[in-house]
Every structure is written in structure tokens, then in C-alpha cells.
């Protein structure tokens, strides 16, 4: 399994859905940084602030991470892990 270190703080979690479709939604604020290894298979997706990782029991989080999204777009193709 390949891992990705970075500093990351909860923003989200997503609970589930309604029975109107709309995003069960728990908010976090003002969490501190923490330094994560973070396995690649989790990530859904990368945005200029946030990363969509697969959670437990079919729930999803968006962690806000420090830095920006062309460094760790380097960092994986460094490895090998990004086809662009």
C-alpha cells in the first residue's frame, strides 16, 4: 500500500443522505493541523483546498490540507501515482 504525508485537518464529514437526496453534512471548525500518512487508495479527489478520502461505514470526509494542489500533484507524479 503507498501512502501520501501530509498536515490535514477534518472540514467534513458526510454522514449520509436524506431521503430528499441532499448531503447529511457535519461541519468543523477551527480544528488543528495534524500530520497524516494517508493511503493513496482512500483518496477520492484533490481540490485547490480540500481532499475527498473514504472514511468508515461508507461515509466520506473532506480534510482541508496545508499547501497547494500543484505540489501535490509534483509529489505524485514523483512517485508514479499521477496520469495526467
Do not use: C
Amino acid at each position: 500500500m503507498k501512502y501520501i504525508a501530509l498536515r490535514v485537518r477534518t472540514a467534513m464529514l458526510v454522514h449520509g443522505y436524506t431521503a430528499e437526496n441532499q448531503e447529511i453534512v457535519e461541519e468543523f471548525h477551527d480544528e488543528p493541523f495534524l500530520e497524516k500518512l494517508i493511503a493513496i487508495e482512500r483518496i477520492q479527489s484533490v481540490t485547490g483546498k480540500y481532499l475527498l478520502v473514504n472514511s468508515s461505514h461508507g461515509r466520506v470526509m473532506y480534510w482541508e490540507y496545508e499547501g497547494d494542489l500543484d505540489s501535490i500533484a509534483q509529489r505524485l507524479n514523483a512517485a508514479g501515482l499521477l496520469v495526467a
